[in-house]
């Protein structure tokens, strides 16, 4: 869908040399060869030359599916990684029904749900509007243990964690 020809200029997909810390799933260090090509590929693709008007539409169709599990979070990710490299304004109001709809109500605090306010409030943090700053202030855990903890964990790096 990404790479489709319409949500390109001139039609191709442009592509830019990656880099190992700019990949956005960190899971478990997953050593598959298939994941690593695909989080390759992903971080490879220029977003500056997309057309927003239509991919925009459809990244928020993707994050507006499904519920919070292990398969549509490590997709959300890939998705908000997306929404960060295409830098429109727009997003934001995109990240704040995505948080409000399939993030807010999940209770209690996970690794999984940190990973996607990170990377929410990543991409929020980017676009200096009110209802950017109020939607990251709204959603900062009191208690900032957890996130402490996670940041000093050996190995931890990455899109996430930067």
Same mark, same amino acid.
């Given at each position: 869908?990404?790479?489709?020809?319409?949500?390109?200029?001139?039609?191709?997909?442009i592509?830019?040399?990656?880099?190992?810390?700019?990949? $956005?799933?960190?899971?478990?260090?997953?050593?598959?060869?298939?994941?690593?090509y695909?989080?390759?590929?992903?971080?490879?693709?220029?977003?500056?030359y997309?057309? $927003?008007?239509?991919?925009?539409?459809?990244?928020?169709?993707?994050?507006?599916?499904?519920d919070?599990?292990?398969?549509?979070?490590?997709?959300?990710?890939?998705?908000?990684?997306?929404?960060?490299?295409?830098?429109? #304004?727009?997003?934001v109001?995109?990240?704040?029904d995505?948080?409000?709809?399939?993030?807010?109500y999940?209770?209690?605090?996970?690794?999984?749900?940190?990973?996607?306010?990170?990377a929410?409030?990543?991409?929020?943090r980017?676009?200096?509007?009110?209802d950017?700053?109020?939607?990251?202030?709204?959603?900062? #855990?009191?208690?900032?243990?957890?996130?402490?903890?996670?940041?000093?964990?050996?190995?931890?790096?990455?899109?996430?964690?930067?």
């Amino acid at each position: 869908m990404v790479t489709d020809s319409v949500n390109w200029q001139d039609g191709k997909v442009i592509y830019q040399s990656s880099s190992r810390n700019d990949l $956005p799933v960190i899971y478990y260090y997953d050593d598959n060869p298939y994941h690593q090509y695909y989080e390759q590929w992903l971080v490879s693709l220029d977003m500056r030359y997309c057309y $927003p008007e239509t991919l925009l539409p459809m990244l928020k169709e993707i994050l507006s599916t499904g519920d919070f599990n292990i398969f549509t979070v490590e997709i959300w990710l890939y998705v908000l990684y997306l929404l960060e490299k295409i830098n429109h #304004p727009s997003v934001v109001p995109i990240l704040i029904d995505f948080l409000e709809q399939k993030v807010d109500y999940k209770l209690f605090e996970s690794v999984k749900k940190w990973m996607i306010l990170q990377a929410s409030f990543r991409v929020l943090r980017k676009h200096d509007t009110s209802d950017a700053k109020e939607a990251i202030q709204k959603r900062q #855990p009191e208690d900032t243990s957890f996130t402490n903890y996670l940041y000093s964990l050996p190995n931890t790096s990455g899109w996430l964690f930067n």
